[in-house]
């Protein structure tokens, strides 16, 4: 099934087999009409449209072709606003003319044919008048001269059209209201197989549909509970139904019937359905079975083509046998060749499934003849060839039919099986001289049809890389391998038999030699570990190291360097001190010349001062470095543990440390919220 939807209404095409034609089955869909708005709305709609849409910014010292420009827009962009607002409400809402009888004249009933159409042809008008204002307007814009001329026609256009929209205040009210209407309509599909229940007021009509369909439909012991039409659905022979309750009718002329009334009378004259007639026997609908029959015959002529059938209800109440003569004639009198009369009660469910079975039955035979009669089927008749074969020659060639068939035919129980259709791959019985308890699977190779029976039982070569496996494998291989596991075994239990455990932990002479050189050689390693490791201690300064020439000789001579210049220097040099030492000691405690105490005064100057400079020579640790004392070492270590004080109390929180900083801070969430941007919080 294919469907098209072009928006009032949805076509379905369905292909029947039958036809072989494409059945147009059309299924209005009034809820997808928009809403109508009032004129006052419509108004504010199309110029807050206009206002947001359009440039807005304008000033008389622009060229006056451009200011011409901009009211021209404005006035063009309103009326093509208000041109597609009407032409979408006019092309929404359906064509009495265009849509099916039924629905053609079911708004005619409910909404007034003649008020329908003018309320769409006075929107028609206005949308050509206000096309034609905006015409004229943009022909007066062209020969605006000034900014103020321009917005003045500008305001005189919109106001004209906002003048005609004013007007139609009314249609669009009314059209609003039928929108709300045809949007509560049911769905009805006039081609559909349909069941069709009507009669008099209160007889049973909705009960019925309650009964038959998944619908719902309001049940009070009054007239006119149903003022509508209702559709209900349900499955028949795989295919889906439709069954349609109608207001209740009074037997009165056409012209005094009201619209709930007319509601009935327009689906009984324009649906292809089954017409059930529901007549109340036990009369406690408040119409008289004398009366019900009266409004059968005057409603009769709508029933032309259609199956019809007369349904006596409420027989729990009184059976059809206790009527009286005069009522069984008039019962009577309803039955012809076209109609055939039923009994059913809706309390007690009695007959219900009758009545539903034979409705649907009939309408659908009368439903193929017609598809057969009409022209389509020619069409399909004249396109379909029966292949019928023709003997090629005089030899009989009778129907193959296998013994089976015939002996199910003639009642035997089962055949006989023969010897030859054994199934020859079934385990060999108990009784079998072969038979082996063992073997729960039968030997398939004894059936492999070869060409020497002796290869049925050999082994299946395994092929690798496109070699058999069996050519490298040594058939010897199990039997040498046993060997060895018994050499193996043997050999063990020799070696336990000869040997004690008490002799294998027993040590010779040479033995107890060489375990005691290991412990000597692991003693010096660690004296000599203990040296070394003070190796890495920081060298001492020069001022406190031992300097010893011998040892300076015997560094120069490891360097093959001649080291007798170098220790004559270093000996040269220790002499001389010694000797300005003496002299100085001498001047201090004698009685010099001035002369002589000059000289001294300079020896013991320059004595002092290589002094200081050795001093000076010792490098500084870095804490000391930049430094000018030692009260300023201590004045940076308190700052610095001072510093590393709120670290401390935080467990040593540091930049390596994983730290989650404050959620909300408070600098970013508190205070007034001013105009300006807010992304930042």
């Known amino acids: 099934v294919s469907t098209q939807s072009t928006g009032l209404f949805t076509k379905t095409a369905e292909q029947e087999g039958v036809l072989g034609k494409h059945f147009v089955m059309v299924v209005y869909n009034f809820k997808k009409i928009e809403p109508?708005?009032?004129?006052?709305?419509?108004?504010?709609?199309?110029?807050?449209?206009?206002?947001?849409k359009t440039p807005t910014v304008i000033h008389p010292g622009y060229k006056i072709s451009r200011i011409r420009g901009f009211y021209m827009r404005k006035v063009k962009f309103t009326q093509q606003v208000i041109h597609d607002k009407l032409s979408q409400i006019i092309q929404d809402f359906p064509l009495l003319d265009d849509v099916h009888p039924f629905y053609s004249d079911l708004m005619n009933v409910l909404y007034d044919k003649d008020h329908y159409k003018l309320a769409l042809g006075q929107l028609n008008t206005a949308r050509h008048l206000v096309d034609n204002v905006?015409?004229?307007?943009?022909?007066?814009?062209?020969?605006?001269?000034?900014?103020?001329?321009?917005?003045q026609l500008k305001r005189a256009a919109l106001g004209r059209m906002c003048t005609i929209l004013k007007k139609q205040s009314s249609s669009f009210g009314y059209l609003e209201q039928v929108r709300q209407h045809l949007a509560r309509l049911p769905s009805i599909d006039p081609n559909t197989r349909t069941l069709l229940l009507c009669g008099y007021p209160n007889v049973g009509k909705s009960s019925f549909m309650n009964k038959v369909t998944r619908a719902n439909v309001e049940v009070q012991p009054y007239a006119f509970t149903t003022k509508s039409l209702f559709v209900g659905h349900m499955d028949y022979k795989y295919v889906r139904w439709q069954v349609?309750?109608?207001?209740?009718?009074?037997?009165?002329?056409?012209?005094?019937?009201?619209?709930?009334?007319?509601?009935?009378?327009?689906?009984?004259a324009h649906l292809r359905a089954a017409v059930l007639y529901i007549i109340d026997i036990s009369e406690q609908c408040g119409y008289s079975i004398k009366q019900q029959v009266s409004l059968f015959h005057s409603i009769k002529p709508l029933f032309a083509n259609k199956p019809v059938f007369v349904i006596m209800n409420k027989i729990d109440v009184l059976r059809p046998e206790s009527l009286t003569e005069e009522e069984t004639e008039l019962i009577r009198s309803l039955s012809d060749s076209n109609v055939q009369t039923l009994c059913m009660s809706t309390l007690s469910d009695e007959g219900i499934a009758d009545v539903k079975t034979q409705a649907c039955d009939v309408l659908l035979s009368q439903r193929v003849e017609q598809k057969a009669v009409s022209k389509d089927m020619k069409g399909i008749l004249n396109r379909l060839h029966v292949a019928v074969p023709q003997p090629r020659d005089d030899k009989q060639r009778p129907a193959s039919i296998p013994e089976t068939v015939f002996a199910a035919r003639a009642g035997e129980k089962k055949m006989e099986i023969k010897d030859e259709e054994i199934n020859p791959f079934a385990p060999l019985p108990e009784d079998h001289p072969d038979w082996d308890p063992t073997v729960f699977e039968a030997d398939y190779r004894m059936h492999y049809k070869l060409k020497n029976d002796e290869w049925k039982f050999d082994p299946i070569p395994e092929i690798v890389d496109g070699k058999n496996v069996a050519d490298y494998v040594d058939p010897d291989i199990m039997e040498m391998l046993e060997r060895l596991e018994k050499e193996e075994e043997e050999r063990e239990i020799r070696s336990m038999e000869d040997e004690h455990p008490e002799e294998i932990y027993k040590l010779n002479e040479a033995d107890v030699q060489t375990l005691n050189r290991i412990r000597e050689t692991k003693a010096l390693r660690r004296l000599e570990h203990s040296v070394e490791r003070g190796k890495n201690a920081p060298p001492l300064p020069r001022k406190f190291q031992a300097n010893n020439i011998s040892d300076f000789e015997n560094t120069l001579k490891d360097l093959g360097i001649n080291p007798e210049q170098a220790v004559e220097r270093v000996r040269g040099r220790s002499r001389s001190r010694e000797k300005s030492r003496v002299r100085l000691s001498d001047m201090d405690g004698g009685d010099g010349a001035?002369?002589?105490?000059?000289?001294?005064?300079?020896?013991?100057?320059?004595?002092?001062?290589?002094?200081?400079?050795?001093?000076?020579?010792?490098?500084?640790?870095?804490?000391?470095?930049?430094?000018?004392?030692?009260?300023?070492?201590?004045?940076?270590d308190r700052l610095v543990k001072k510093s590393q004080k709120k670290?401390?109390?935080?467990?040593?929180?540091g930049e390596g440390d994983r730290t989650i900083p404050t959620s909300k801070p408070q600098h970013l969430f508190s205070g007034k919220r001013k105009k300006g941007k807010t992304d930042r919080r």
């Open 594 to 636: 001035g002369d002589d105490d000059a000289q001294v005064g300079e020896k013991r100057g320059r004595s002092l001062s290589r002094s200081k400079s050795r001093e000076r020579s010792r490098s500084k640790t870095p804490a000391e470095m930049g430094l000018s004392g030692v009260k300023q070492k201590e004045l940076v």
């Open 647 to 653: 670290r401390n109390k935080m467990a040593k929180v």
């Open 244 to 268: 349609i309750d109608t207001p209740g009718i009074l037997d009165h002329p056409l012209e005094e019937r009201n619209t709930i009334e007319m509601q009935s009378i327009t689906a009984l």
């Open 134 to 151: 905006a015409k004229d307007y943009a022909r007066l814009l062209k020969y605006g001269d000034s900014l103020y001329r321009c917005k």
């Open 36 to 52: 109508v708005p009032s004129g006052k709305d419509f108004i504010d709609i199309v110029l807050s449209k206009t206002q947001r």
